[in-house]
């Protein structure tokens, strides 16, 4: 396992479709990250699993937003009815709880969602 | 809320040394870091503070100071791959980003 794999990379799809991304972590690591980035901002925060337990979810979060770690390893996150303004990189990332690094975050490469 | 705020650009030369730097006001704090972002790529991790003072690794070091909210990021020897985005995270529970700095270093 050489880091976080997510699928698809690129994804367009048409207002109202509903579309389901995957994210595989580095395979020691407990704690799973999704973030959305558009262009010019930094990651914001979405959601975070540890194991499979969904610990945090940010206020912003639409209800048309979910996603599962159903067995601790990857994570699906699903937008429903998508709309234009979901447009962006969906980015996931891993850490491991007690690293001497402070838990730094590994990244994957990004789902890029287009809207039309 | 939570506010983390640094400069949106900023230019250098090749060789030179640059300071990019973050300030924060966050509701609680577990720790600041840096992460460097080359466009249509993901973040890749750089430093990590958590106490005060200057942590250093090669060419780049990264300072903290709690009472003030603030952080700093510094780049020596410039190279042009060093023309990247700096983005300045801080983590409470889950990991707040600023919006990045977009240095460009010229020859």
Redesign the interface.
Known sequence: DTGVSQDPRHKITKRGQNVTFRCDPISEHNRL?W?RQTL??????LT?FQNEAQ??KSRLLSDRFSAERPKGSFSTLEIQRTEQGDSAMY?CASSSKGRQ??N???????TRLTVL | GQNIDQPTEMTATEGAIVQINCTYQTSGFNGLFWYQQHAGEAPTFLSYNVLDGLEEKGRFSSFLSRSKGYSYLLLKELQMKDSASYLCAVRENDMRFGAGTRLTVKP
């Not at chain 1, 730094?104 to 990004?110: D, I, L, R, T, V």
């Open positions: 990250y973030y010019g901002q930094g990651p914001e925060f975070y610990l945090e980015l690094e402070g730094e975050q590994f990244f994957g490469p990004g």
